[in-house]
Nanobody, 129 residues
Framework: QVQLVESGGGSVQPGGSLKLSCAAS????????MGWFRQAPGNEREGVAL???????TYADSVKGRFTISQDNDKKTLYLQMNNLELEDTAMYYC???????????????????????WGQGTLVTVSS
């Protein structure tokens, strides 16, 4: 059972940047995709960005052009570079891994939680002036 640990959250002013990291406890094989999700108070969890083992990526429309998802070559660490942060980006950010065929990545942005095999505990991002 893989465990995921997020880090890098914090408080930042609008327009600022943060880089989140997600460390996996085991090496992940090629048939894997990983992603970032977020949940703001009172809202449902939503998909932010996903990446597969071939480094294909997909993003939610709300973050496209501002956020960049990436991973280390050994696929043990996932990143989310967040630039030009907005008040609406305030949320708990979670990483997740799917250790089976991922198919069309964009579908997974809105998939149910059990479409992923492990979730981290989250890291809080607060954007405020």
């Amino acid at each position: 059972q893989v465990q995921l640990v997020e880090s890098g959250g914090g408080s930042v002013q609008p327009g600022g940047s943060l880089k989140l990291s997600c460390a996996a406890s085991v090496n992940l094989d090629d048939n894997t995709c990983m992603g970032w999700f977020r949940q703001a108070p009172g809202n449902e969890r939503e998909g932010v960005a996903l990446i597969n083992s071939a480094n294909f990526t997909t993003y939610a429309d709300s973050v496209k052009g501002r956020f960049t998802i990436s991973q280390d070559n050994d696929k043990k660490t996932l990143y989310l570079q967040m630039n030009n942060l907005e008040l609406e980006d305030t949320a708990m950010y979670y990483c997740a891994v799917r250790r089976r065929a991922c198919g069309f990545l964009r579908y997974l942005l809105t998939a149910s939680d059990n479409s992923f095999d492990a979730w981290g505990q989250g890291t809080l991002v607060t954007v405020s002036s």
